[in-house]
């Protein structure tokens, strides 16, 4: 009797789970159909091209859900950012989309990013280039973000804990670099950790308001161009005391 309980206890939790699944798969493809429908509305951001369909794709591939401390699928898939504790948060899933466009990432890309977070970030871009590394100045996300990567199995995403200012040499130099927090000028060390012709993009202004989400692009050594391209806000870059 006991035995069968279970058994029956087993097929309404794995009903449950399923279900639960089914709702994830709808909210994720209509958090995509909503970015599409932005990046439409974006054209002079974007270009005439608008958003790729290889960044739409990670979009879709990637279990947001599973990079938030709730886990909930309907707080996930809506289109607003979500704190992930410690006063941070994750962007919104547009503007991952849009940053991850602008970054411009190719399959043999090695790719830099400066504010770890969740890790849902380094995720999206993972799934787009040959290797990625991630630098995140607080610890218990650096560590929270580390084991989420590892057990999705994203094997070409590093963590490291530290302050990114000075960027990551050993990893580089890149292709691409996105910084997902707010400072005033681009670090001159990422840069400088920039191959030409890879791009930077970042939120560049003050914190507690709004920036300027830019891209840099690196033209010569020595040699950048600089493009403001929307109105964003990002929680601050902060510096380490050492
Ligand atoms: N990209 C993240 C969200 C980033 S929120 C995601 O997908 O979830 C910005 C993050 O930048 C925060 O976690 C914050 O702690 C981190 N950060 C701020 N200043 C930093 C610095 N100097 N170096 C590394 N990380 C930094």
Redesign the pocket.
Known sequence: MKALLLVIAMIVLARDASAQDAQCVRERAAMVETIRTYARSAAGVLGRQGLSERVLEAMAQTLRHL?IPERSCSVAYADQPIP?GLG????QPYV?ALMTQLAEVAPDHVVL??????????AILARLAQKVCT????PQ?AETAAKTLRDLAYDNASVRL????NGWPECGPFDAIVV??ALGEPPPPLIEQLKVGGRLVMPVGPAYTTQQLTVVEKIAPGKTTTRAVALVR??????SQN
């Open positions: 990079f992930i941070q948060t994750i962007s991952v990013e400066v504010g770890t977070g969740s890790g849902y970030q380094a630098i995140e100045i607080i996300l530290g302050d990114g200012y997902t927090a990002f929680v601050p870059f902060t510096r």
